[in-house]
C-alpha cells in the first residue's frame, strides 16, 4: 500500500489562506469518507485537526476545514498564524486489508 | 484527564528482543481501539496496526505484519509492541494513539509522547 500523496510544501503570508490535497484511490480516500488530518510540531506527538473528512475535534479553531472530492481530499487553513507553521498529515481508512495509510507530508510555513 | 503514557527510549543491539508499553487512564481503555503508528528520523507517519483491548482484535497493515506484534493487557489498561528480532531500520520513534470511534482507523484523537526505540550495533 503505498503512501497518500501531498505535496512537498506550501506556504503562505500571514492572514491569507492555504490549501494542502491529498491523493489516493478509489480503494482509500476516494472510496469512504473517512480522512483524517493531522498537525504536527517538530519534536511534538501528531494532533488531530480533521476527521470524517469535514469534522473537528473539540479545540480545534474553525480556521481549519477539510474537504474530499473523488480521491482527493484537502485541508484548507484560513488566516494564516505563525503557531500553523507544522507538518501536516492525511490519513484515511484503505478497507479491510490495509486497513489505514498516511500521506507523505507537507510542510506549511508561514513566511 | 484522558492520557496516554508511553515506556522510555530504548536502545537496543540487531537481533535482539523489544517489547514496549502504552498505558491509558482517564477513559474506558476496553472500549476504544489502540494504534501504534512509526516515524523514522526526518521521515512521516506510518500506519503499523490497531487493537481493541476488550477482546484483543488486532488489525495490521501488510507492510508490518509479521515484523511485528501488537497486544494488550486490558487488566492494567496497558497496550504492547514488541519485536523478536530487532533490526537497524526499526530505528524510529513509535506513538501509540487512540481512536476516536469504532468506525474509523485513522482518527487517532489521544496521543502518547512517543517512544524512540534506537537499533544499533
Known amino acids: 500500500q503505498s503512501a497518500l500523496t501531498q505535496p512537498r510544501s506550501v506556504s503562505g503570508s500571514p492572514g491569507q489562506s492555504v490549501t494542502i490535497s491529498c491523493t489516493g484511490t478509489s480503494s482509500d480516500v476516494g472510496g469512504y469518507n473517512y480522512v483524517s488530518w493531522y498537525q504536527q510540531h517538530p519534536g511534538k506527538a501528531p494532533k488531530l485537526m480533521i476527521y470524517?473528512?469535514?469534522k473537528r475535534p473539540s479545540g480545534v479553531p474553525d480556521r481549519f476545514s477539510g474537504s474530499k472530492s473523488g480521491n482527493t481530499a484537502s485541508l484548507t487553513i484560513s488566516g494564516l498564524q505563525a503557531e500553523d507553521e507544522a507538518d501536516y498529515y492525511c490519513?484515511?481508512?484503505?478497507?479491510?486489508?490495509?486497513?489505514?495509510?498516511f500521506g507523505t507530508g507537507t510542510k506549511v510555513t508561514v513566511l | 484527564e484522558v492520557q496516554l503514557v508511553q515506556s522510555g527510549a530504548e536502545v537496543k543491539k540487531p537481533g535482539e528482543s523489544l517489547k514496549i508499553s502504552c498505558k491509558g487512564s482517564g477513559y474506558s481503555f476496553t472500549s476504544y481501539w489502540i494504534g501504534w503508528v512509526r516515524q523514522m528520523p526526518g521521515k512521516g507517519l506510518e500506519w503499523m496496526g490497531i487493537?481493541?483491548?476488550?477482546?484483543?482484535?488486532?488489525r495490521y497493515s501488510p507492510s508490518f505484519q509479521g515484523q511485528v506484534t501488537i497486544s494488550a493487557d486490558k487488566s492494567i489498561s496497558t497496550a504492547y509492541l514488541q519485536w523478536s528480532s530487532l533490526k537497524a531500520s526499526d530505528t524510529a520513534m513509535y506513538y501509540c494513539a487512540k481512536l476516536l470511534t469504532t468506525v474509523t482507523t485513522c482518527a487517532f484523537d489521544i496521543w502518547g509522547q512517543g517512544t524512540m526505540v534506537t537499533v544499533s550495533s
Open positions: 470524517d473528512v469535514s
Open positions: 487493537i481493541y483491548p476488550g477482546d484483543s482484535d488486532t
Open positions: 490519513c484515511s481508512y484503505a478497507g479491510s486489508y490495509t486497513w489505514g495509510v
